[in-house]
């Protein structure tokens, strides 16, 4: 048997990993520990960056992305600007298990949700329309860019069984472009998952993370023998170099993983990155890690361990 665990992006991910905590110590699976913690940030309304009550678009619309990648399985689901359901980490699983594609986008996955018994609903607060429709006034096209306009809840958990799940969900860049996808629903990018090794879940600028496949390669970096922080950073480190290359002095990018034993690990850009851990000695607690990059080394090396 393994120690259950269970660790997810930002300040709103605490709630998530108590509500996969919960899962987990009941004897749950990590796919459902993942599924309900999600779905906690994505009704919230506060969250304003994942499902109800996330960021529009430039039309006024919010669109989601999500997706859940089974470690045990290798069972991949996601959707892509989707409209209209509040829960999409539960539209991505339904794909994985009842669809034959891996992927569903747009209005094909709007009906698809339908069609599976999901209620369409309006996922835009008054909040959110009264703050678009100032945009719509100032056009400050800079805000579509800051650094706190877009968080995507990811989520890494292991069960008692020793079975492995991430899973993501965003409402995306606000303001972007409609239909733009960012990196939350692309296997090996936005998140990815190995029983044998571990898992992984990014969260950022999606246009800078999706073009690496970072996720993907942190669970190699663990499977070659890097601890869970190093592989972590090595992912940081790999893009930002490429980064610099292209004339940018700067990006938000941070992962947190999961290995098969329990080991955590987390890097990110940003000065102070907070993450949130569940296990069953500690409960839910916040945690915050400093800036890695090439320029700055992390404050220590190895792993976080739960």
């Not at 994942?50 to 996601?78: L, M, S």
């Not at 719509?136 to 079975?163: C, F, K, M, Q, W």
């Not at 950022?204 to 073009?211: A, E, K, S, T």
């Not at 098969?260 to 409960?283: S, Y």
Request: charged share 25%; hydrophobic share 40%.
């Amino acid at each position: 048997m393994s120690k259950p665990v269970a660790i997810a992006t930002w300040r709103f991910g605490l709630p998530g990993v108590k509500e996969a905590g919960e899962a987990l110590g009941a004897g749950g699976s990590a796919l459902d520990a993942v599924e309900r913690g999600i779905r906690t940030a994505e009704l919230d309304p506060e969250v304003a960056s994942v499902g109800y009550g996330g960021y529009p678009n430039a039309a006024g619309v919010v669109q989601t992305d999500a997706a859940i990648h089974d470690g045990r399985t290798h069972g991949f689901g996601a959707v892509a600007a989707l409209e209209g359901v509040r829960t999409p980490i539960s539209v991505a699983r339904r794909v994985m298990e009842r669809c034959p594609h891996s992927m569903l986008a747009g209005a094909g996955a709007r009906e698809f949700a339908q069609a599976q018994g999901f209620a369409l609903e309006e996922l835009l607060t008054e909040g959110m329309r009264r703050n678009y429709e100032e945009w719509l006034r100032n056009r400050d096209l800079e805000r579509t860019g800051g650094i706190a306009s877009h968080d995507t809840i990811g989520l890494v958990a292991l069960d008692a069984h020793g079975d492995l799940c991430s899973g993501c969900s965003t409402s995306g860049l606000r303001y972007k472009s409609p239909g733009r996808v960012g990196d939350s629903p692309l296997s090996g990018c936005g998140l990815y998952c190995d029983n044998a090794v571990g898992g992984a879940a990014a969260t950022g600028n999606g246009d800078d993370i999706l073009r690496f496949a970072p996720c993907a390669l942190i669970v190699e970096f663990m499977r070659s023998g890097a601890h869970t922080q190093e592989a972590c950073r090595m992912a940081v480190e790999r893009i930002m170099t490429n980064v610099s290359m292209r004339g940018k002095k700067e990006a938000d990018i941070n992962f947190i993983a999961l290995r098969k034993d329990g080991e955590v690990g987390v890097a990110a850009t940003r000065a102070e990155f907070h993450f949130a851990v569940w296990t069953p000695e500690t409960g839910a607690q916040l945690h915050v890690i400093q800036r890695a990059c090439p320029e700055q080394e992390p404050e220590s090396e190895g792993a976080l361990r739960t």
